[in-house]
């Protein structure tokens, strides 16, 4: 079954927690995920030298969504790209999300034996380098939606749900 958005949809409602800053990519992620039938929550890694009002524009977007937001303090903390993961990788076990997901613009592939990252399906939005510290157990749960999708794709479905940057 399609979602309205054209994308598969689930049948069992798999849980799920994004990583939402309020920004575009993110809340592109949490809709399409919504869509393929994820029961999805949200948090926002808040750390030190963010933005006062970053707290304020993830609750917003949050609402927009109709998703509950978390907010994961670090702020003694400069940002970390792993650290973050690794926060977002705790609250999902306390909240029993089987899953993590974030709106970079990356693949996870998986075998037998190991998860690898990927370069996007579209190159012009590569993030890989900013998650090549992940380890196999964050890898082996990570969900990258945008990876299959180029920024133009993101910013038209941004517009349809309205939250375009």
């Given at each position: 079954?399609?979602?309205?958005?054209?994308?598969?949809?689930?049948?069992?409602?798999?849980?799920?927690?994004?990583?939402?800053?309020?920004?575009?990519?993110?809340?592109?992620?949490?809709?399409?995920?919504?869509?393929?039938?994820?029961?999805?929550?949200?948090?926002?890694?808040?750390?030190?030298?963010?933005?006062?009002?970053?707290?304020?524009?993830?609750?917003?977007?949050?609402?927009a969504?109709?998703?509950?937001?978390?907010?994961?303090?670090?702020?003694?903390?400069?940002?970390?790209?792993?650290?973050?993961?690794?926060?977002?990788?705790?609250?999902?076990?306390?909240?029993?999300?089987?899953?993590?997901?974030?709106?970079?613009?990356?693949?996870?592939?998986?075998?037998?034996d190991?998860?690898?990252?990927?370069?996007?399906?579209?190159?012009?939005?590569?993030?890989?380098?900013?998650?090549?510290?992940?380890?196999?157990?964050?890898?082996?749960?990570?969900?990258?939606?945008?990876?299959?999708?180029?920024?133009?794709?993101?910013?038209?479905?941004a517009?349809?749900?309205?939250?375009?940057?």
């Open positions: 079954m399609d979602g309205a958005l054209g994308f598969n949809t689930f049948e069992k409602q798999d849980k799920v927690l994004v990583g939402l800053n309020g920004g575009m990519d993110a809340a592109v992620t949490v809709r399409i995920l919504q869509e393929q039938g994820f029961a999805v929550q949200a948090a926002l890694v808040h750390f030190a030298g963010m933005a006062d009002d970053a707290v304020e524009t993830a609750q917003n977007a949050a609402k969504l109709d998703v509950t937001l978390h907010v994961i303090e670090a702020a003694d903390t400069a940002a970390d790209e792993l650290l973050k993961f690794q926060l977002l990788m705790q609250t999902a076990d306390k909240l029993d999300c089987r899953f993590i997901s974030t709106g970079h613009y990356a693949r996870v592939e998986q075998d037998a190991e998860c690898r990252l990927c370069a996007p399906e579209r190159a012009e939005c590569d993030q890989t380098a900013l998650l090549e510290v992940l380890p196999q157990e964050i890898l082996a749960r990570l969900i990258l939606p945008l990876g299959e999708f180029d920024k133009e794709s993101v910013q038209e479905i517009q349809d749900i309205g939250c375009a940057e």
